[in-house]
Structures are given as C-alpha cells and as structure tokens.
C-alpha cells in the first residue's frame, strides 16, 4: 500500500515539476579483464566506488568484470575518479559505458549532448563503421564526429525541444575534456515542457 501511494506522490509531483525527470547520467557500466580481480578485490572496488560523492550505488560482479553504477544525477560526470578508484585497486578499465539523458545542441561541427541538472557536456562522435572490404586507419581523436545524417537527424529532433536517452561508451576518456560520447543508439523521451 505504502508503494503505491509513494508511486503516486511521485507521479503527481512529476506532473506539477517536469524537470524532475530530465537531463542526468542515467547509468554507468565499467569494465576490465575479469581474470585480474579476485572477489576480494571486487569488494575493495565496490567500496571504493561507494564512498565517492557522485555515486548513489554500486554493483560489482568480479566474475564477469563488470561493474554497474547509478550516478547522482546532480553530479557532474568525471572519468578520472573512477579511474583512480580503479587504478587504486589495481585493475585497469576496459570500457566505460553510460546513458545519459539531456539536450542536443550544436555547437561549431559538433552536436553537444547537455545533461539538464548536472550540466556536464558531452561531445557525440558515430561508431568506426569499416567496410570489410577496405583498409581503415584509426582516425585522430580531435577530427572524430557525427556522421552526416545522424547529426541532421538529431539537430532537427533538437529543434523540436526533444529530450534525448543516449547509450554509448566514452572514447578515450582519458583525453577528457571535452568526453567524447559515441553513440551506440539513441531514444527520444518527450519533448521540452
């Protein structure tokens, strides 16, 4: 019963102040070499992760490598605490995927992914597509973008004052700022009240 009036508390006080729900870092999924850290080692971690400021909770599964955060949505996102964290533990990450939830603005070549309550920009770049048939350089991190059509498709989203859920990893992480996020797929959750 409890549930379901909470339930409908929050619906309501969504209803009168949309805002609520826009703009923050949804998810944040961490990986590294499962062979490298011992459930011991996972517990460290979890702790470690747990006791920074912009984390709400942690999940660690040593066995797969993986480790699921759910991000304090007032909080700027930074790469560099979670590695630390990391590194302090003695792992290193793999990959670094998150979801963030915000506007799309452009900005120069660039379409900007802005998280609403947290402000943190990121820079949103297409996956390597090669075509298997051809030799494919690795491209200079500072000249890497949007494909055409996915920014005009954006952009005119955008215009409409769409709020977008993006899922992709972050690219080279480390070179941050500006956090490259490359898009792996997109939602658009309603428009701007």
């Given at each position: 019963m409890k549930k379901q009036i909470f339930s409908l508390l929050f619906i309501?006080?969504?209803?009168?102040?949309?805002?609520?729900?826009?703009?923050?870092?949804?998810?944040?999924?961490?990986?590294?070499?499962?062979?490298?850290?011992?459930?011991?080692?996972?517990?460290?971690?979890?702790?470690?992760?747990?006791?920074?400021?912009?984390?709400?909770?942690?999940?660690?599964?040593?066995?797969?490598?993986?480790?699921?955060?759910?991000?304090?949505?007032?909080?700027?996102?930074?790469?560099?605490?979670?590695?630390?964290?990391?590194?302090?533990?003695?792992?290193?990450?793999?990959?670094?995927?998150?979801?963030?939830?915000?506007?799309?603005?452009?900005?120069?070549?660039?379409?900007?992914?802005?998280?609403?309550k947290d402000k943190t920009r990121f820079t949103l770049v297409s996956p390597l597509m090669g075509d298997p048939r051809k030799y494919t350089t690795s491209p200079n991190p500072f000249f890497r973008s949007l494909t055409p059509e996915l920014k005009e498709n954006l952009l005119q989203e955008a215009e409409q004052g769409k709020i977008f859920l993006v899922d992709g990893s972050l690219y080279q992480p480390a070179r941050s700022p500006p956090l490259q996020l490359i898009v792996k797929r997109y939602r658009i959750e309603k428009a701007k009240e």
């Open positions: 309501f006080l969504l209803s009168l102040n949309p805002s609520i729900a826009k703009g923050e870092v949804v998810k944040v999924v961490v990986t590294w070499s499962p062979g490298f850290c011992n459930p011991d080692c996972a517990n460290l971690l979890k702790e470690r992760l747990q006791k920074m400021t912009q984390v709400q909770e942690v999940n660690v599964d040593a066995n797969s490598g993986v480790a699921n955060i759910k991000w304090n949505p007032t909080s700027s996102f930074s790469y560099q605490p979670i590695k630390q964290n990391m590194q302090m533990t003695g792992i290193g990450v793999n990959d670094i995927s998150i979801s963030v939830r915000g506007k799309i603005v452009e900005d120069g070549q660039n379409a900007i992914l802005i998280s609403d």
